[in-house]
């Protein structure tokens, strides 16, 4: 079982950035892909990023390309999404996300976190 905490959301003007952090417990986090996703109001939740088990390999969807970073600290068991040059489309509550199998883009993943709020004024 993995539990899954994210933190680091916020409110902040477009065109700055935020670091999302999510904390994970468990003993084979270093055997999880990890994922980060979002849901704004009305919305269906969509993929934003994820990474591999060793952190090797990384996804990004395409409204979020060069923008977003993902990254993880084994170690720390903590996965991380740095967003830079927001925009108010970035708005959403976003969550976390394990699956003990290959990072993919779908929703197919085991572990949830709670949510973190962002919000991006104009």
Known sequence: Q????????????A???????????????????MGWFRQAP????????AI???GFSTYYADSV???F????????KTVYLQMNSLRPEDTAVYYCAAK????????NYDYWGQGTQVTVSS
């Not at 670091?19 to 892909?33: D, M, V």
């Not at 003990?100 to 929703?107: I, K, Q, R, V, Y």
């Open 15 to 33: 065109g700055g950035s935020l670091r999302l952090s999510c904390a994970a417990s468990g003993r084979t986090f270093s055997s999880y892909a």
């Open 69 to 76: 970073t993902i990254s993880r600290d084994n170690a720390k």
């Open 100 to 107: 003990p199998l290959g990072a993919t883009m779908g929703l």
């Open 42 to 49: 009305g919305k269906e939740r969509e993929f934003v990023a």
């Open 52 to 54: 591999s088990s060793r």
């Open 2 to 13: 993995v539990q899954l905490v994210e933190s680091g959301g916020g409110l902040v003007q």
């Open 65 to 67: 390309k060069g923008r």
